[in-house]
Antibody
Framework: QVQLQESGPGLVKPSQTLSLTCTVS??????????WSWIRQHPGKGLEWIGY???????YYNRSLKSRITISVDTSKNQFSLKLSSVTAADTAVYYC??????????????????WGQGTLVTVSS | QSVLTQPPSFSAAPGQKVTISCSGG????????VSWYQQLPGTAPKLLIY???KRPSGIPDRFSGSKSGTSATLDITGLQTGDEADYYC???????????FGGGTQLTVL
């Protein structure tokens, strides 16, 4: 059974960098069968896709956040990480990591997120 | 404002059928595949439907999905109180080059 677990500080000061790690168990990131995504949910709001990484280190980011995001992978630890710089209160959210099944098909992009980590609340406040 | 439009809320009685809509455009639903997620209160989203209409193992056949043009729908039959949750659609937007979610539909089972 594949499980993902987010970890990192629950409180970050404005202008600092938010850093989270997702530890994967039950599957190997380096197997190459999947991509690995970060998704966030602002309090009481909907979901926002942040970006994904492949085991090779290849990344794809949401343009709306691209200038502030870095997603990296450590295959030796079976982990991938998110760094979001220059945070403001608007970055307060529950951050989820998820396994991303993604296929680029003739009829378009076919992707889904399964499973998800339990999520971790990150509050940006001084 | 979400790229994909869902009704904010829906309510129905146990045993009834509900259809939750997800409306988009040619750059997202119109040209890519749709997935659906269920988020029970206080928990992470869970995959319900992928590739427009496929169910992962363990998801009851009471849940079904379809897509036509630039819209997708999630049908839930035989409503149960345990189906009370938020439901989200998701697809890739080729113009934004990003995954996009609907705003979510809060389902209440009366």
């Amino acid at each position: 059974q594949v499980q993902l677990q987010e970890s990192g500080p629950g409180l970050v000061k404005p202008s600092q960098t938010l850093s989270l790690t997702c530890t994967v168990s039950g599957d190997s990131i380096s197997s190459g069968g999947y991509y690995w995504s970060w998704i966030r949910q602002h309090p009481g709001k909907g979901l926002e896709w942040i970006g994904y990484i492949y085991y090779t280190g290849s990344t794809y980011y949401n343009r709306s956040l691209k200038s502030r995001i870095t997603i990296s992978v450590d295959t030796s630890k079976n982990q991938f990480s998110l760094k979001l710089s220059s945070v403001t209160a608007a970055d307060t959210a529950v951050y989820y990591c998820a396994r991303d099944s993604r296929k680029y098909m003739i009829r378009g992009v076919n992707n889904w997120f399964d499973p998800w980590g339990q999520g971790t609340l990150v509050t940006v406040s001084s | 404002q979400s790229v994909l439009t869902q009704p904010p809320s829906f309510s129905a009685a146990p045993g009834q059928k509900v259809t939750i809509s997800c409306s988009g455009g040619s750059s997202n639903i119109g040209s890519n595949y749709v997935s659906w997620y269920q988020q029970l209160p206080g928990t992470a989203p869970k995959l319900l439907i992928y590739e427009n209409n496929k169910r992962p193992s363990g998801i009851p056949d009471r849940f079904s999905g379809s897509k036509s043009g630039t819209s997708a729908t999630l049908d839930i039959t035989g409503l149960q109180t345990g189906d009370e949750a938020d439901y989200y659609c998701e697809t890739w937007d080729s113009s934004l080059s990003a995954g996009v979610f609907g705003g979510g539909t809060q389902l209440t089972v009366l």
